[in-house]
């Protein structure tokens, strides 16, 4: 059975200043790969996915993510965060073909300190 | 604007009450879900439809029922067997229902069992 790994349940970072996100995931089979931002008491939006190609995935926003399959990983960053950032992020991944559902992992709350 | 939409945005309920929580979308989607979000706990399935009159249990499905009369509508029930259902509700839909697709969250429905 597929499992989402984040590993960080909270990041605080100062506005301008770089951010890394991780994610792990276990899965024996190939994957599907999603990042999803939720802001207060709102639904999620899509940032970015990876369905296959490039390892290097890039959303809206700024946002980037790179799969690394040796490592099981899907990490999003973005170089120079802003207040608007501050949200909670979803990794979320899919075992692919014959299967519908996503696996959410647990969710990392980014805050931007001005 | 095409989007999905889900009311109330607050519910109150008495222990033992069944309550329905309204999900519609006019982005045309086949698919369409249900989600429950606890704090620290990420996204969980609860029921899933890919076509009108026909829906999947998801992981926690138990307390729960749905109907798909309309390729519009996905309401969700949450009956008194549900013994813990304070939580907030997210429903989405995505094109096709393959796991590919991207999901469109609506802005979810904060349900509290007084």
């Known amino acids: 059975a597929q499992s989402v790994t984040q590993l960080d349940s909270q990041v605080p970072v100062f506005e301008e200043a770089p951010v890394e996100l991780r994610c792990n995931y276990s899965?024996?089979?190939?994957?599907?790969l999603f990042w999803y931002v939720q802001y207060p008491n709102q639904g999620l939006q899509l940032l970015l996915k990876?369905?296959?190609?490039?390892?290097l995935v890039k959303g809206i926003n700024g946002f980037e993510a790179e799969f690394n399959k040796s490592q099981t990983s899907f990490h999003l960053r973005k170089p120079s965060v802003h207040i608007s950032d501050t949200a909670e992020y979803f990794c979320?991944?899919?075992?692919?073909?014959?299967?519908?559902?996503?696996?959410f992992g647990k969710g990392t709350k980014l805050s931007v300190i001005p | 604007d095409g989007g999905i939409t889900q009311s109330p945005k607050y519910l109150f309920r008495k222990e033992g009450q069944n309550v329905t929580l309204s999900c519609e979308q006019n982005?045309?989607?086949?698919?369409m879900y249900w989600y429950r979000q606890d704090p620290g706990q990420g996204l969980r399935l609860i029921y899933y439809?890919?076509?009108?009159?026909?829906?999947q249990k998801g992981d926690i499905a138990e307390g729960y029922s749905v109907s798909r009369e309309k390729k519009e509508s996905f309401p969700l029930t949450v009956t008194s067997a549900q013994k813990n259902p304070t939580a907030f509700y997210l429903c989405?839909?995505?094109?096709?229902?393959?796991?590919?697709?991207?999901?469109?969250f609506g802005p979810g429905t904060r349900l509290t069992v007084l």
């Open positions: 989405a839909s995505s094109m096709y229902g393959r796991v590919t697709d991207t999901q469109y």
């Open positions: 982005l045309n989607h086949d698919a």
């Open positions: 439809s890919q076509i009108v009159n026909d829906f």
């Open positions: 899965s024996s089979v190939s994957v599907y």
């Open positions: 979320a991944v899919s075992e692919g073909a014959g299967s519908y559902q996503l696996t």
């Open positions: 990876y369905l296959s190609g490039s390892t």
